[in-house]
């Protein structure tokens, strides 16, 4: 079993028209044994950028508290929120520094940028980024998450239909990997609005 697999983990963001979805499952286990069913692994820095951590737990939480402590240093010298391609490429140099010793975590980031044009991208441990237009997907399901996405993904979801599709894909992928589970954790996102819904795990 790979470091990035020991806690298990499934990410996934998706755009809809000028909103966006992103969601996690809520397992956090040793290999095989689950410790927790209420694990956070999406994160707010403001209310139209949110990221996620797939990896090793304790990786994420740390690297989580590097990006919120750069990002509040941001808003202290500029003034305003950063933007998601910007917090992109400061997730990118954060990893490709630790290159030699990286944080075993796969980001996926999602958010609002300008004229509430949704942006996602994901990355690999040592910060090469993925951009994409339509989904991207991290950790132990990916493979069952890409499937999934590929199948149910349609162009300019309103933010009720990209709810419903990114928690089916959620669901039926987390269904087929061991690793991880125990329901979702949703936030759709809109211009004006952030929604977030738990969803119950089919063995709930």
């Not at 992103?22 to 290999?31: E, K, N, T």
């Not at 940028?113 to 991208?121: A, L, Q, R, S, T």
């Not at 441990?125 to 199948?151: M, N, P, Q, R």
Request: aromatic fraction near 10%.
């Amino acid at each position: 079993m790979q470091i990035f697999e020991y806690n298990g983990s499934a990410l996934v963001a998706m755009v809809g028209k000028n909103c966006f979805a992103i969601a996690s499952d809520r397992r956090l286990g040793v290999q095989l044994q689950t410790i927790a069913t209420d694990f956070q692994r999406i994160s707010k820095i403001h209310d139209r950028l949110f990221f996620g951590l797939s990896g090793l737990a304790t990786d994420a939480q740390t690297l989580y508290q590097r990006l919120v402590f750069r990002h509040k240093l941001y808003q202290l010298r500029e003034e305003r929120d950063m933007k998601p391609e910007t917090f992109a490429n400061l997730v990118s140099a954060i990893l490709y520094e630790k290159r030699f010793g990286p944080y075993f975590c796969q980001p996926v980031i999602a958010g609002l940028g300008d004229e509430d044009k949704p942006f996602i991208c994901t990355m690999d441990s040592i910060g090469a980024k993925e951009l994409a237009k339509d989904f991207v997907v991290a950790g132990t399901a990916s493979e069952s998450l890409y499937g999934a996405c590929e199948s149910m993904f349609k162009e300019d979801m309103e933010p009720e239909e990209l709810f419903e599709t990114v928690s089916q894909a959620l669901l039926s992928s987390v269904d087929r990997d061991c690793l991880s589970g125990w329901g979702g954790h949703v936030y759709v996102v809109t211009p004006t609005e952030v929604k977030e819904r738990i969803l119950k795990g089919r063995m709930d």
